[in-house]
């Protein structure tokens, strides 16, 4: 759920609301703090409220009701270039007339920063990137990699105790991607930087952040590490939108403590912890991560559940196999299994038994 807490906070969003057309609120009464230093990344599906948040702390949006703070003082009715906050966009946003020390210089002269001082600093953070030897040149010389790096640095540049990044990384193909995500989550914990990291794209979330917000219509759904993000979801929406997730649909025949007994549609009988569901009636959709399930009978454990499955399709991916399975009238119910001499290889047409612990499953919320 939204963190309340303010006593360590060093951002602070607290009853913050967003309607761009005095109706509809994009932001829903948003409480949400920050320790100084943290990693989180705001995540969701376009439309969901993250990047507003977003626009509203860098100060090009704001708020219609609540009040942002940023150590303690309130600066709703700051502008955005007296806040005192790096940014990083998507689309680079350099100076194509300037070289990459001029570009990276900008932000200092600016602050009325001295030249000696001006180009230690940029020679500075020109370093952090690995990108030392280029400051002579200009943005349409360096590739999409460098000029996101020269963009990161122009934004650490003036060392600022916050930095926004809003998708930096969307243009980037995807083993650059992934070595930058790695890139900017050691620069940012070696520096001490508050980092507020905007995507929609999940993994990125779990790689790189201490908490990650994951926005749906306005609100946060969930705010958590990744680790319990993933293992631990709160409502159906997070189960579906974090990794890859099965989900059976029934309704809860009873609740005793911290299992619950549900009828699937299928009339199979399952438990699960009950995490949205309180009482006997309730319809409920049940989740169960894809590398939870097992298909080899002798290394179902203890107390697992059993159900008949049906292999529609089997693919190869190299360190692991993913099954497609038809199973209690959902055809699209997929398990992963490690690429391992001991694995069975299965068949389409091949009908089998599946089993988890009730512990790795999971009543949410109905559609």
């Known amino acids: ?24 609120l994009v932001v829903k009464d948003l409480n949400l703090t920050l320790p100084k230093g943290e990693f989180l990344t705001m995540l969701g599906p376009s439309g969901s409220g993250k990047t507003t948040c977003l626009m509203m702390l860098a100060g090009f949006e704001t708020a219609t009701h609540g ?27 350099l100076f194509p007339h300037m070289t990459v020390a001029e570009n990276l210089a900008f932000p200092l002269e600016v602050r009325k920063i001295g030249k000696s001082e001006r180009e230690k600093k940029v020679k ?34 003036f060392e600022p105790e916050l930095v926004l990044m809003d998708e930096p990384l969307g243009a980037l193909d995807k083993q650059l991607r992934e ?53 631990a979801p709160q409502n159906s929406f997070v189960a579906q939108f974090i990794g890859e997730n099965n989900t059976l649909e029934g309704v809860v025949t009873e609740v005793k403590g911290d299992v619950c007994t549900v009828k699937l549609d299928d009339g199979e009988i399952i438990e699960a912890q009950p995490v949205n569901v309180s009482k006997v009636g309730e319809r409920t959709r049940v989740s169960i991560r894809p590398e939870r399930v097992e298909v080899n009978k002798e290394r179902l454990q203890e107390g697992a559940h059993t159900l008949k499955a ?58």
């Not at 030897?133 to 540049?157: E, K, N």
């Not at 905007?198 to 219509?217: C, I, K, P, Y």
């Open 1 to 24: 759920m939204p963190d309340t807490g303010t006593s360590d906070a060093f951002v602070a969003f607290e009853r913050v609301q967003k309607s761009y057309d005095g109706e509809t």
């Open 124 to 157: 500075r953070a020109l370093d952090m990137v690995e990108m030392g030897a280029f400051g002579g040149r200009r943005p349409a010389q360096l590739s999409g990699g460098q000029q996101q790096r020269i963009a990161l640095a122009r934004a650490l540049v």
């Open 67 to 93: 009040e942002i703070k940023l150590d303690g003082v309130s600066i709703n009715n700051i502008p955005p270039h007296k806040r005192g906050i790096g940014m990083v966009f998507q689309n680079y946003a």
């Open 179 to 231: 070595k930058m995500q790695f890139e900017i989550t050691n620069l940012a914990h070696s520096l001490g930087i508050t980092t507020v990291y905007v995507t929609h794209d999940q993994t990125e979330a779990l790689t790189m952040s201490d908490r990650v917000a994951v926005f749906n219509d306005g609100r946060i759904q969930q705010l958590a590490p990744p680790d319990e993000l993933y293992e």
């Open 310 to 367: 049906k292999v529609l399709e089997f693919i190869y991916m190299g360190d692991i196999f993913r099954t497609r399975l038809s199973v209690a009238g959902n055809n699209d119910f997929v398990i992963k299994t490690r690429n391992a001499p001991d694995q069975i290889r299965l068949k389409p047409g091949e009908e089998i038994e599946i089993g988890w612990l009730p512990q790795d499953c999971r009543a949410l919320d109905a559609p």
